[in-house]
């Protein structure tokens, strides 16, 4: 089964620019892919979803190259609140058919005052 | 909005018993999936569901099973529960009318078995 890695931690300061990259080399081709927040305790909280090239909503970026195998979330101006672990989410199609949905290894970001 | 439900929030059983986690999806969807988080882990996928019938099957243990009803709302039975099984539960639910399915989340069951 395909592993889905994204880095282990980021730290980052307040007003700064954020980048977190996840590598998914089996994705399935007709999945889009999903990001994730989590704070302790809670449920995955929905940020954006792509299919392919750039999306954008109030809160952030999504960038995917042609190929799909890997995608960016762009988080402008990150605050002590946006401090939480983030997670992609895709679909992997094994060679038997089987489908599963697969977390990336979750980022934990801290951001600094 | 609404959001998914999930019931009860914790849970505390022994090893051997039985154990039930229900999820309610949000209005309107008819897809619900399951998933398992064990402490300091990323969520797994265990199982889900579309109209009732399994759609999709991931890391479910054999002495687990789940079944989705006509209200949409899913059950998650556990049985012959292990030390290990000790988790959060979230339930997510989607639409799948919509291309893109965007799974959304409950705010999970805490199990713990002792």
């Known amino acids: 089964l395909a592993k889905t890695t994204q880095p282990i931690s980021m730290d980052s300061y307040e007003g700064q620019e954020v980048n977190i990259t996840c590598s998914h080399n089996?994705?399935?081709?007709?999945?889009?892919i999903t990001w994730y927040q989590q704070f302790p305790s809670q449920g995955p909280r929905f940020i954006i979803q792509g299919y392919k090239t750039k999306v954008t909503n109030e809160v952030a970026s999504l960038f995917i190259p042609a190929d799909r195998k890997s995608s960016t979330l762009s988080l402008p101006r990150v605050s002590l609140s946006d401090t939480a672990v983030y997670y992609c989410?895709?679909?992997?199609?094994?060679?038997?058919?089987?489908?599963?949905?697969?977390f990336g290894t979750g980022t934990r970001l801290k951001v600094l005052a | 909005a609404a959001g998914v439900i999930q019931s009860p929030r914790h849970l505390i059983k022994e090893k051997r018993e039985t154990a039930t986690l229900k999820c309610y999806p949000i209005?309107?969807?008819?897809?619900v999936y399951w998933y398992q988080q064990g402490p300091g882990q990323d969520p797994q996928f265990l199982i889900s569901f579309y109209e009732k019938m399994q759609s999709d099957k991931g890391s479910i243990p054999d002495r687990f099973s789940a079944q989705q009803f006509s209200d949409y709302h899913s059950e998650l039975n556990m049985s012959s529960l292990e030390l290990g099984d000790s988790a959060l539960y979230f339930c997510?639910?989607?639409?799948?009318?919509?291309?893109?399915?965007?799974?959304?989340f409950g705010p999970g069951t805490r199990l713990l078995v002792l």
């Open positions: 209005p309107r969807h008819d897809t």
């Open positions: 997510a639910s989607s639409r799948r009318r919509d291309f893109q399915e965007t799974q959304y």
């Open positions: 089996n994705i399935a081709t007709n999945d889009y």
């Open positions: 989410l895709v679909g992997d199609r094994a060679t038997s058919g089987t489908y599963k949905y697969i």
